[in-house]
């Protein structure tokens, strides 16, 4: 059940990163929809490797994984979509935004206890 429900959260915080990057990318709100074509695509390949996540009970984010299951141009498109959402998360999602920078800390911080 924990890790379903991590599953789930891990979605919708990809699902609003996207979001945000599409809002100030692609001029979606003019369209009525949510996400445009090619934000709509990233965002259903990122579900489906949550969904297949070999990780999610061990819980990190994509950006601090080990194993980066992305094929490589969705992984720089996501990284790009990261690098520009990140820092406004912490406006339009604050509770969310802090809950994912405190994992990506405690991960990070994990892996490299294990390296020494
Ligand atoms: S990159 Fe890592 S954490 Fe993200 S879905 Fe793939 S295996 Fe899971
Ligand atoms: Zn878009």
């Known amino acids: ?42 965002a259903a390949y990122a579900d489906i490797r949550i969904a297949k996540c070999p990780r999610m009970a061990a819980k990190t984010f994509c950006s601090v994984c080990p194993i980066h299951c992305y094929a490589k141009p969705q992984r720089e498109l996501i990284l790009a979509i990261m690098r520009y959402s990140g820092p406004r998360m912490l406006l339009h999602h604050p509770i969310m935004a802090i809950r994912h920078i405190l994992i990506q800390w405690r991960t990070r911080h994990g892996l490299r206890k294990r390296e020494k």
């Open 1 to 42: 059940m924990q890790v379903e429900w991590k599953r789930s959260e891990e979605r919708k915080t990809v699902r609003e990163i996207v979001k945000i990057y599409c809002r100030g990318h692609h001029h979606v709100r003019e369209s009525g929809h949510e996400l445009c074509p090619d934000c709509e695509a990233i």
